[in-house]
């Protein structure tokens, strides 16, 4: 059965079909934080003070497990642990359409685990250190604890990505790229692996929207998007760091905008590529951030203007669709996601002794 604009129009059709996810989906999205709390938090005074504000949000949980001796990497592991539990049960209590599209967006947070185990790797921590790192509850929502038990015992980046092949893991075949990669740039080894590990769970995405049983216009809309926004981030950053084409052709994905396009953007200049992707939400966010031809300037507001981008997107999924449509599910997760991202990077600035002008001047840009 094909489900979108094709199957009855918009609203109408996922109101009678689907209405159970509207209330769900407006529920997730009234949990985010919104402007004000989100401004409170960037403009607090101390730590205390931005911790204080999250008190009486979705994040409470995380907030209490911060102390003084809490490392920034266990305060991001806290707070991505508050995502999966609010995703996991949005999930439970959508139809199969909406479902099976958390349920891959789930493989993000194992993903995101591999990216712990090899960054840890390659700094050269000990396996005691790595566990205190890694997200287990993900693995124990997944039924996947085997998999992380398996990859904790690499001894290196290498035998991490044997580990994965014999898990036949769907992150084996771009890691292997991702390790000959580090070889010859290393000291871009963190951002490589923090960037270009998510092409494995937007593939998965993606699959899931072409398959027999969901072939939704609200969720191909909102893949096509993420795609886009990884993309766009890989883009700017490969030309940034003078990556070949043939070496970046291993890391993009196919789909979307830009990724059908992606071969020939990336061999143009980069004043006639971001003319181009001009319309683009995540490049519309950027042209307010900065001066986007000036690439040393772009690249650390990404993840900025993707979040800015998500919600943006996420709201005209809403007006489109509905609140009931499968890919509004999808996106109010990928901005609660995307939210935790930036607030725990707020918080982790502030424990870090970063001046609050500097925290203000650099998040306030969301706003």
Same mark, same amino acid.
């Given at each position: 059965?094909?489900?979108?604009?094709?199957?009855?129009?918009?609203?109408?059709?996922?109101?009678?079909?689907?209405?159970?996810?509207?209330?769900?989906?407006?529920?997730?999205?009234?949990? @985010?934080?919104?402007?004000?709390? +989100?401004?409170?938090?960037?403009? &607090?005074?101390? =730590?205390? $003070?931005?911790?204080?504000? %999250? #008190?009486?949000?979705?994040?409470?949980?995380?907030?209490?497990?911060?102390?003084?001796?809490?490392?920034?990497?266990?305060?991001?592991?806290?707070?991505?642990?508050?995502?999966?539990?609010?995703?996991?049960?949005?999930?439970?209590?959508?139809?199969?359409?909406?479902?099976?599209?958390?349920?891959?967006?789930?493989?993000?947070?194992?993903?995101?685990?591999?990216?712990?185990?090899?960054?840890?790797?390659?700094?050269?921590?000990?396996?005691?250190?790595?566990?205190?790192?890694?997200?287990?509850?993900?693995?124990?929502? @997944?039924?996947?604890?085997?998999? +992380?038990?398996?990859?904790?015992? &690499?001894?290196? =980046?290498? $035998?991490?990505?044997?580990? %994965? #092949?014999?898990?036949?893991?769907?992150?084996?075949?771009?890691?292997?790229?991702?390790?000959?990669?580090?070889?010859?740039?290393?000291?871009?080894?963190?951002?490589?692996?923090?960037?270009?590990?998510?092409?494995?769970?937007?593939?998965?995405?993606?699959?899931?929207?072409?398959?027999?049983?969901?072939?939704?216009?609200?969720?191909?809309?909102?893949?096509?998007?993420?795609?886009?926004?990884?993309?766009?981030?890989?883009?700017?950053?490969?030309?940034?760091?003078?990556?070949?084409?043939?070496?970046?052709?291993?890391?993009?994905?196919?789909?979307?905008?830009?990724?059908?396009?992606?071969?020939?953007?990336?061999?143009?200049?980069?004043?006639?590529? %971001?003319?181009?992707?001009?319309?683009?939400?995540?490049?519309?966010?950027?042209?307010?951030?900065?001066?986007?031809?000036?690439?040393?300037?772009?690249?650390?507001?990404?993840?900025?203007?993707?979040?800015?981008?998500?919600?943006?997107?996420?709201?005209?999924?809403?007006?489109?669709?509905?609140?009931?449509?499968?890919?509004?599910?999808?996106?109010?997760?990928?901005?609660?996601?995307?939210?935790?991202?930036?607030?725990?990077?707020?918080?982790?600035?502030?424990?870090?002794?970063?001046?609050?002008?500097?925290?203000?001047?650099?998040?306030?840009?969301?706003?």
């Amino acid at each position: 059965m094909s489900i979108g604009l094709s199957s009855g129009g918009t609203h109408g059709f996922y109101l009678s079909m689907m209405g159970i996810i509207g209330p769900k989906v407006r529920g997730a999205r009234a949990k @985010l934080l919104g402007k004000d709390r +989100l401004r409170a938090v960037i403009f &607090a005074e101390s =730590l205390d $003070d931005a911790l204080g504000v %999250l #008190r009486d949000t979705i994040y409470r949980s995380a907030v209490e497990k911060i102390s003084k001796e809490t490392s920034p990497e266990e305060v991001t592991k806290e707070f991505k642990t508050v995502v999966i539990q609010n995703l996991v049960s949005l999930a439970a209590s959508c139809p199969m359409q909406a479902r099976n599209l958390l349920v891959a967006y789930l493989m993000k947070f194992e993903i995101e685990n591999i990216k712990v185990v090899a960054k840890c790797l390659h700094e050269g921590k000990e396996r005691r250190d790595i566990e205190r790192l890694v997200n287990t509850y993900i693995a124990e929502i @997944l039924g996947r604890r085997h998999v +992380l038990t398996y990859i904790l015992g &690499a001894r290196d =980046l290498e $035998d991490l990505g044997t580990k %994965l #092949r014999e898990l036949f893991h769907p992150a084996a075949e771009v890691f292997e790229h991702i390790v000959r990669l580090v070889k010859s740039r290393p000291q871009l080894a963190t951002c490589i692996i923090d960037t270009m590990l998510d092409r494995v769970y937007i593939s998965r995405l993606y699959t899931v929207t072409t398959s027999i049983l969901m072939h939704d216009n609200s969720a191909t809309e909102a893949v096509n998007a993420i795609a886009d926004f990884y993309n766009i981030s890989l883009l700017l950053r490969a030309r940034l760091w003078n990556l070949p084409l043939d070496v970046v052709q291993n890391f993009y994905v196919p789909y979307g905008n830009v990724g059908k396009n992606f071969t020939r953007l990336y061999s143009e200049p980069i004043v006639r590529v %971001l003319e181009e992707l001009s319309t683009n939400p995540m490049i519309s966010a950027l042209q307010t951030m900065v001066k986007v031809t000036e690439l040393e300037q772009v690249v650390p507001k990404l993840s900025l203007a993707q979040y800015k981008a998500a919600y943006t997107v996420a709201s005209s999924i809403i007006s489109r669709y509905s609140a009931a449509s499968p890919g509004a599910a999808l996106m109010i997760a990928h901005v609660q996601d995307l939210e935790a991202e930036l607030v725990t990077a707020v918080i982790r600035c502030f424990m870090e002794g970063v001046s609050k002008s500097l925290i203000r001047s650099h998040f306030g840009l969301v706003l």
